[in-house]
């Protein structure tokens, strides 16, 4: 298994802010992704997180925006920049541990509302 | 890409009753399916999954069937309680190592 923990849990930010996201893992995983989670809406897949090199992005979001860090196997930073009001939802670290475990944990969630 | 349905998107059921929840996907090289619970305010939470080379596959409560000929699979929850209230993701791995979520089902368990 996996615990995981994000900082910070929530926060408000004036538009044109950055604001970066921690997430913490008591283990050393396989994979890291970020997901942005919008209110009443399913999981959407920002990027995966590759140690020591750079994240890999799905469709619609661009490395600028989202500039994402993962210095070792326990530790992610998600940067989102540039805020605008429609940044605002919950953002969601996620890992696979690998070695032939399957399951996909997620951290607890940062929720942001932009001003 | 891959693609993933969920249906029903809502669902209403009085306790005690059972509860059916069904995704179809389109990749035949997916091999393994996840069940998600997600409780207000919380985080998503494994449920249950299982592999392609299992057709059901039962923890208690909850069930899960696959088909992959037709390319679905079912979550089956019987005996409900209120605490089953939530939003439910299917999910399935992609050869790319990414998941696929489904859009999600609101459980309603009215006691």
């Known amino acids: 298994s996996a615990v995981i923990s994000q900082k910070p849990s929530r926060d408000i930010c004036q538009r044109g802010t950055s604001l970066t996201i921690q997430c913490q893992v008591d283990?050393?995983?396989?994979?890291m992704f970020w997901y942005r989670q919008q209110p009443g809406q399913s999981l959407t897949l920002i990027a995966t997180a590759n140690q020591g090199s750079e994240a890999t992005y799905e469709s619609g979001f661009v490395i600028d925006k989202f500039p994402i860090s993962r210095p070792n196997l326990t530790f992610s930073t998600l940067t989102v920049s540039n805020m605008s009001p429609e940044d605002s939802s919950i953002y969601l670290c996620?890992?696979?541990?690998?070695?032939?475990?399957?399951?996909?944990?997620f951290g607890p969630g940062t929720r942001l509302t932009v001003l | 890409g891959e693609n993933v349905e969920q249906h029903p998107s809502t669902l209403s059921v009085q306790e005690g009753d059972s509860a059916v929840i069904k995704c179809t996907y389109s990749?035949?090289?997916?091999?393994?399916f996840p069940w998600y619970k997600q409780e207000l305010g919380k985080r998503p939470q494994l449920i249950i999954d299982i592999r392609s080379n299992v057709g059901e596959k039962k923890d208690q409560r909850i069930a899960v069937t696959l088909n992959k000929t037709a390319k679905h699979f079912s979550l089956h929850i019987t005996e409900t309680q209120p605490e089953d209230s939530a939003v439910y993701f299917c999910?399935?791995?992609?050869?790319?190592?990414?998941?696929?979520f489904g859009a999600g089902t609101r459980l309603f368990v009215k006691a």
């Open positions: 996620s890992v696979r541990p690998g070695g032939g475990e399957d399951t996909q944990y």
């Open positions: 283990s050393q995983v396989t994979m």
């Open positions: 990749d035949s090289a997916s091999n393994y």
């Open positions: 999910a399935l791995y992609t050869g790319g190592f990414k998941t696929i």
